[in-house]
């Protein structure tokens, strides 16, 4: 069983930045890959940015450059540094691992707004 555990969301005022952390209950990113979604009021839960168990990246399109993706494999922690953010981030943002089956976590608020 797989237990993660996201943090570092909260209010930020647009153009500002946030780091989201994900933190796993044992080591499986050289196993699974990650993936970060967010799902805003209303909306469908959606794919962010993913990093492969190889490290490899892709990321939404509307990130635009603005997100990155990235893991401490000591740590067993999975990053998603969002920069000049926007009104319409504003979501509640998961991590995900792609093991046997999806584990969840249980997400953190972003909020965007001045």
């Known amino acids: 069983q797989v237990q993660l555990v996201e943090s570092g969301g909260g209010l930020v005022q647009p153009g500002g930045s946030l780091r989201l952390s994900c933190e796993a209950s044992t080591n499986i990113f050289s196993v699974y890959g990650m993936d970060w979604y967010r799902q805003a009021p209303g909306k469908q839960r959606e794919l962010v940015a993913l990093?492969?168990?190889?490290?490899?990246?892709d990321y939404a399109e509307f990130v635009n450059g603005r997100f990155t993706i990235s893991r401490d494999n000591a740590k067993n922690t999975v990053y998603l540094q969002m920069n000049r953010l926007k009104p319409e981030d504003t979501a509640v943002y998961y991590c995900?691992?792609?093991?046997?089956?999806?584990?969840w976590g249980q997400g953190t608020q972003v909020t965007v707004s001045l």
């Open positions: 990093i492969t168990a190889g490290g490899s990246t």
């Open positions: 995900k691992a792609n093991g046997p089956r999806p584990y």
